[in-house]
């Protein structure tokens, strides 16, 4: 019996910390294997474990008939594998697809002949607009 209440809370704990004010899922292909030959898409999380295995229990508590009968070392301990801490390289991957492909969209217009106007017009915008000091 406890066994099948552990796997119903390590169920609903996986399924608040992938939660949108929790976690994002990584752009791209990017995949983390939690088992031989299983691969799940990475999420970054946007909080700290701290911080969320103790949010995580606060809303069970305040839950109406809900008792959370683990403590905080279980939760830490069973903390969602493809959850992981974003690094620097993680965040620098974390531009738009328009904003990260920039200058091959610069490149495509100017084969075309627009990115010489634009150009121009930029320029002329930003002569009108006044400088803040």
């Given at each position: 019996?406890?066994?099948?209440?552990?796997?119903?809370?390590?169920?609903?704990?996986?399924?608040?910390?992938?939660?949108?004010?929790?976690?994002?899922?990584?752009?791209?292909?990017?995949?983390?294997?939690?088992?031989?030959?299983?691969?799940?898409?990475?999420?970054?999380?946007?909080?700290?474990?701290?911080?969320i295995?103790?949010?995580?229990?606060?809303?069970?508590?305040?839950?109406?008939?809900?008792?959370?009968?683990?403590?905080?070392?279980?939760?830490?301990?069973?903390?969602?594998v493809?959850?992981?801490?974003?690094?620097?390289?993680?965040?620098?991957?974390?531009?738009?697809?328009?904003?990260?492909?920039?200058?091959?969209?610069?490149?495509?217009?100017?084969?075309?002949?627009?990115?010489?106007?634009?150009?121009?017009?930029?320029?002329?915008?930003?002569?009108?607009?006044?400088?803040?000091?």
């Amino acid at each position: 019996m406890k066994s099948l209440e552990q796997m119903e809370w390590k169920k609903l704990f996986n399924e608040f910390v992938k939660k949108p004010e929790n976690s994002r899922p990584c752009p791209g292909e990017e995949k983390v294997c939690i088992r031989r030959g299983v691969w799940v898409p990475k999420f970054l999380l946007l909080k700290s474990k701290n911080k969320i295995i103790a949010n995580f229990i606060v809303t069970a508590k305040n839950s109406e008939g809900m008792f959370c009968p683990f403590k905080f070392t279980f939760f830490n301990k069973h903390f969602p594998v493809d959850c992981v801490i974003p690094t620097n390289r993680d965040m620098g991957r974390n531009a738009c697809p328009l904003h990260a492909n920039i200058r091959r969209d610069l490149k495509a217009l100017q084969k075309i002949g627009i990115y010489n106007d634009i150009q121009l017009h930029a320029r002329s915008i930003a002569g009108k607009v006044p400088l803040l000091e």
